[in-house]
């Protein structure tokens, strides 16, 4: 069973409603307790590095998420920011403790010419052509779109999945063992995205 975290922010419903579209189970995670009833974990992440960390620890699931993830190795798969909660630390508005799952920390993103935000549709470039959330995706779709300001910097380079340059190269994606998560929103990514979200929800 899938479980689409909701913590009263975010972007859960056009979430809910694109693996609705795909005809794929699942419940509203908004207690702990839910957890113990799913095999795969999606967050979906809107809004800033510390905001998302204090609503799920108001909602006490920021530990029993990290629990599940590391311990039971349940599948896990962060959208925006919840991909970068993934970091050792965050450094939007305040400095802030991630799940300190994958190493690496969320930076601003480095930019002389562009402009921030960086809104809108980026082609991808595959770091790991291995890598399961990209399988039966072709080449013409592998175009994403993004709305950021920050970016994880992974420390290892196996870590990061897909990358995209906005000035310098950063990082769209990050995958460990059953950790994965995608800078970009595959709900709101055409066909690719949804092959993104029905390739995760079948491992």
């Given at each position: 069973?899938?479980?689409l975290v909701n913590y009263n922010g975010g972007?859960?419903?056009s979430v809910a409603n694109i693996l609705k579209y795909l005809n794929i189970n699942f419940?509203?995670?908004?207690?702990n307790l839910d957890l113990n009833k799913v095999s795969h974990i999606i967050l979906p992440g809107v809004g800033s590095y510390n905001g998302l960390v204090s609503k799920l620890k108001s909602k006490h699931l920021f530990d029993e998420i990290l629990y599940h993830i590391d311990t039971k190795k349940?599948?896990?798969l962060g959208i925006c920011v919840?991909?970068?909660i993934l970091a050792n630390y965050g450094f939007e508005n305040v400095k802030t403790k991630g799940f300190n799952l994958i190493e690496g920390d969320v930076e601003k993103i480095p930019v002389k010419n562009e402009v921030l935000p960086n809104i809108g549709w980026h082609n991808i470039i595959l770091e790991k052509k291995n890598c399961p959330l990209f399988k039966h995706i072709e080449m013409n779709e592998l175009f994403f779109y993004f709305v950021h300001s920050?970016?994880?910097k992974p420390k290892k380079r196996e870590?990061?999945?897909?990358?995209i340059y906005y000035e310098n190269k950063?990082?769209?994606?990050?995958?460990?063992d059953n950790i994965f998560g995608t800078q970009f929103h595959p709900e709101k990514s055409q066909s690719g995205g949804l092959k993104i979200l029905k390739n995760f929800c079948n491992l």
């Open positions: 069973m899938i479980g972007n859960y419903k419940i509203e995670i908004n207690h349940t599948f896990y919840g991909m970068q920050y970016y994880f870590n990061c999945s897909s990358s950063i990082t769209a994606s990050v995958e460990k």
